[in-house]
Structure formats: structure tokens, C-alpha cells
């Protein structure tokens, strides 16, 4: 795009086209006019020999190799690619440097078909990552085709909360026993519970071991998403009731075997079977943290938690309702 504006009794154009930068002053306005638009025909005509021949499909690859690695988040991102490349085969053969933004507005549309605009949001900001990487470090495109892109609105934040007869309910099904933690369901139990007590996620309580575990002083450490900047662990204070709860695990190395995968398919299971509605091991985490903050102050419960951002703590995982608060006040 050209820009053209008077500067101290002169005319300055200015072009921007993918990512392509250039300006001149000119005497008159019309000079300025004339230059400008010789110079943006030049960079369009030009663009297939200052980039690569990558494909779309290429760029994901080497994202994947070299950039998802860095991340916690690897495994997940790609799948992501995986699956982009297995239903937009059209979008993934164009030259990473040919993508525009319409081509980007189609992909979203037809993904907001199948899919919650939550996770379509994820794969846009993945993608808005996978062009910038590719255009600032690998000079294989110019401007992103993001600009101008509309990213869906998140999913609305959850409100459900947990009831202690459904937890009831839950450890009994799963055969749990206070002290006795022995099986694959015993241990989903465990888990659930520990989660209700202290507010971990799913992977920070799976990845308890003895030695990141403080029984006596009540500190868990595990890992998060910023390490690789922080180079340390993320501490956790442990609840009375949580710490407890480990020491039926404690004296193991690991104080689960249980995978991911298999905790989720054995919750998701057991609330099927005992036909509890809309209720995700992640809600424990919720629970855990709207409970405590009626015993902490916000700044000690965001250090709980591990949030940085508070409206994301008061807007997603706060979970008291009006109700419940007018009925304390």
C-alpha cells in the first residue's frame, strides 16, 4: 500500500506491500504519485523471485521440527498440523508466501463448522505464529496474511461448579478409599480430590514425584509453560487436606502411573455412568480456587493458581454466583 504526505514543504511516499518497505521525497505530489506506484508494481511482480518455492505444507513441517520442540505444548501443536494438513489440502499446497487473508477466512469458516470457536482460535493463533516464524527468521514470505484477520471470540467461560455429592458419588464408583490408593481408578479419584484441594491442573498433579514434593512444609514444585524462560519449577503451596491426601502415594518416585489419557477416559466414564452432566476433570481446579478465595487475598490466590493474568483468574475460575455471595454478606 502507498502512502503519500507532505513533510516540511515536500512530498514523502511511502510503500508497504508484503512486507516490502521503501520511501523517497519528491518535489511535488504528483512525482510522489508516479514513483510510488512504479515501485509496488515492482514488488508484486517481483515477490515469486524474492521468496522461496515453500509450500504452505513445508512451513508447517519445519515448524513442527524446529519451532513446536521449544514448547510445552508440542505434542498438541502437532497434532494441530497434522490435521491441517490432512483436511485443508488445498490451503497447505499454496506458496506459504501466496496465502492471503481470504484464503485464511474460508479455512475459518469451514473449521467454525466442526469445531468450537475456542479451539478454532488456537489453531488461528498458531498459524498467525507458524507466518510470523516463517517470514522474520526464515525469509520465506513477506507481510502475513493475518493482517486483517478476524480471530473468533472465545467459548464463553464456564460456571459449573462441583457438589460434594457428586464427589462422593465419583470416589465411590472409582473404588476409592481414604489411604488406599492402589488402581488406575483409585488413582483418578486421587486425583480428582487432590485437584479440589489445591487448584493444580491435570499435568502438574500427574507429574508429582518425592523429590518435588515437600510433605512437612507443604510445597509442591511443577513444571509450567514459561520453564524454559524461568529455568525453575513453580511452587505450589499444598492445603492441609491436600497434603494428606499424597501421603497415601508418598515413599513411590512417582506418586501416579496413570496417564493423561487414561485418567480422562476413566472420568469421563465414570460421570457417564453415574449420569453427571457437563462435569470436566478441570472443573476441580475451579472449585479449588473459588473455595480459597474465600480464605486468601487475590494476590496470594493468583501465586496459588500460577496466573499471571487476574482477569483470567476472576473471569474463568472464580466461580461463586451472585447468590452464593449476597447469601455470605
Known amino acids: 500500500m ?16 508484503k512486507g516490502v518497505r521503501k520511501s523517497k521525497i519528491f518535489e511535488t505530489k504528483a512525482a510522489a504519485t508516479a514513483w510510488a506506484a512504479v515501485e509496488e508494481a515492482e514488488i508484486i511482480t517481483t515477490d515469486g523471485a ?4 515453500k509450500t504452505l505444507a513445508d512451513t508447517l513441517d519445519r515448524y513442527a521440527q524446529e519451532a513446536s520442540p521449544r514448547k510445552k505444548t508440542e ?4 497434532k494441530r498440523i497434522a490435521r491441517i494438513k490432512r483436511d485443508f489440502p488445498d490451503l497447505v499446497a499454496l506458496l506459504v508466501s501466496e496465502v492471503r487473508t481470504p484464503d485464511l477466512v474460508a479455512w475459518r469458516d469451514k473449521m467454525l463448522k466442526t469445531v468450537s470457536p475456542g479451539g478454532v482460535r488456537r489453531e488461528a493463533n498458531m498459524l498467525r ?24 471470540d472465545d467459548n464463553p467461560a464456564r460456571t459449573r461448579r ?13 473404588g476409592y478409599r481414604t489411604g488406599v490408593v492402589d488402581g488406575k481408578q483409585q488413582q483418578v479419584a486421587l486425583a480428582f480430590l487432590i485437584g479440589l484441594r489445591t487448584g493444580m491442573r491435570l499435568g502438574e498433579i500427574l507429574s508429582l514425584t518425592d523429590d518435588r514434593v515437600d510433605l512437612v512444609k507443604r510445597v509442591a514444585r511443577v513444571p509450567h509453560k514459561t520453564q524454559h524462560i524461568t529455568g525453575q519449577l513453580r ?21 501416579f502411573d496413570v496417564t493423561a489419557a487414561s485418567l480422562d477416559a476413566l472420568f469421563r466414564k465414570c460421570t457417564k455412568r453415574l449420569l453427571i452432566d ?34 483470567m483468574l476472576l473471569n474463568v475460575y472464580y466461580r461463586e454466583s451472585s447468590e452464593d455471595i449476597a447469601a455470605r454478606i
Not at 505434542?75 to 502437532?78: L, M
Open 75 to 78: 505434542a498438541a501443536e502437532i
Open 235 to 255: 511452587s505450589v503451596p499444598l492445603t492441609r487436606a491436600g497434603a494428606r491426601l499424597l501421603k497415601a502415594r508418598a515413599g513411590r518416585g512417582a506418586f
Open 2 to 17: 502507498a502512502y503519500i504526505r507532505k513533510q516540511r514543504g515536500k512530498w514523502r511516499a511511502e510503500v508497504e506491500r
Open 162 to 174: 462441583v457438589n460434594p455429592s457428586e464427589v462422593k458419588l465419583i470416589c465411590r464408583w472409582l
Open 278 to 311: 457437563d462435569l470436566h476433570f478441570h472443573d476441580s481446579r475451579a472449585e479449588a480456587l473459588t473455595r480459597l478465595a474465600r480464605r486468601v487475598d487475590v494476590m496470594t490466590l493468583a501465586r496459588i493458581s500460577g496466573h499471571k493474568d487476574l482477569q
Open 50 to 53: 524474492r521468496f522461496p518455492p
Open 129 to 152: 505464529n507458524v507466518f510470523t516464524v516463517a517470514r522474520d527468521e526464515w525469509h520465506w514470505c513477506g507481510e502475513s496474511p493475518f493482517k486483517g484477520f478476524k480471530v473468533p
